[in-house]
C-alpha cells in the first residue's frame, strides 16, 4: 500500500520518491498480472486524482503566496509586496515527482482497467424470483462453474428518491456451498428465509463467473458492484 501522502510526507529527495513509487508499482504489476485488482485498482486511481488536483491547483497556490511588503508605487497608486518564494520552491519540488509519477501510473493504471473489464464481460446477474421493493438488504449466491459457490449477504447505506445508491455496498459472508441439479438456487433463497428471519422477502440475486480469477482481490469486489447496479436499475 502507498501512504496517501506519500508525495509530502517524510524526505522530500526525488530518487528516494522515485524508489518509493517503483516499489510499490513493482508490486502492483505482480497482483495484476495474477488478476488480483483490489484494493490495488483504487489506490492507483485514488493517486492518479490526487495528483492531477496538484497540478491543476499549482496556479492557485503560488497566486496566494504570502508576501511582505518593500515600497509602495505612488504613480499607480498601489503598494510592492515580494513574495517569499522559499514554498514555491518547495511546491516545484513535488510538481518535479507528480511529472515522473504520472507516466508511470498511467499504463498500470489502463492496464487495471482493462482487466477489470475482461471480468465484467465474463459475470452475469440474474434474480432469484421476483426482486422486492425493499432492496437495501438481501443476499447474492457467488457461482464460480463447478467450483464452489459462496454466499453472500449484502447491504446499501442508502438509496436516493429515484432508487439510485447514495454509497457503496458492504457484504458479510455467509457460507459456501455448490450449486447442482439437486440444490438449486431458489432452494438457497428459502434456506436463507429460514435462518434469517429478520429478512423475509429479501432481495436476492446470482452472479455467475465464467473465467477463473481470485476470489476475494477481484471477484467479490466486482460482483458486489455489479448488485449494486442491478439494485439501483
Known amino acids: 500500500m502507498l501512504s496517501k501522502d506519500w508525495i509530502t510526507e517524510g524526505l522530500s529527495d526525488f530518487e528516494y520518491k522515485q524508489y518509493v513509487l517503483l516499489a510499490w508499482l513493482k508490486n502492483v504489476k505482480e497482483r495484476f498480472a495474477r488478476k488480483q485488482l483490489y484494493p490495488d485498482l483504487p489506490e492507483l486511481e485514488a493517486h492518479y486524482r490526487n495528483m492531477q488536483a496538484i497540478i491543476s491547483s499549482y496556479s492557485a497556490f503560488i497566486t496566494k503566496l504570502p508576501g511582505e511588503l518593500i515600497g509602495t508605487d505612488l504613480e499607480n497608486q498601489r503598494l510592492i509586496y515580494e513574495k517569499d518564494l522559499s514554498a514555491a520552491e518547495a511546491m516545484n519540488e513535488i510538481l518535479d515527482i507528480v511529472a515522473y509519477a504520472l507516466p508511470q501510473l498511467d499504463p498500470l493504471r489502463s492496464n487495471g ?121
Open 113 to 233: 482497467r482493462s482487466i477489470y473489464q475482461e471480468v465484467e464481460q465474463h459475470l452475469s446477474i440474474d434474480p432469484v424470483g421476483i426482486v422486492p421493493l425493499y432492496k437495501r438488504e438481501g443476499y447474492f449466491i457467488l457461482s464460480c462453474g463447478r467450483r464452489r459457490s459462496f454466499i453472500y449477504r449484502f447491504r446499501i447505506s442508502g438509496l436516493d428518491m429515484n432508487g439510485q445508491p447514495l454509497s457503496g455496498i458492504s457484504t458479510r459472508f455467509i457460507k459456501s456451498t455448490t450449486l447442482s441439479p439437486a440444490l438449486q438456487s431458489t432452494q438457497i433463497k428459502l434456506e436463507l428465509i429460514n435462518s434469517y428471519r429478520e429478512l423475509p422477502n429479501p432481495a436476492t440475486f446470482v452472479v455467475n463467473c465464467s473465467m477463473p480469477v481470485p476470489i476475494y482481490h477481484t471477484l467479490l469486489p466486482i460482483s458486489s458492484e455489479l448488485v449494486l447496479r442491478a439494485v439501483a436499475a
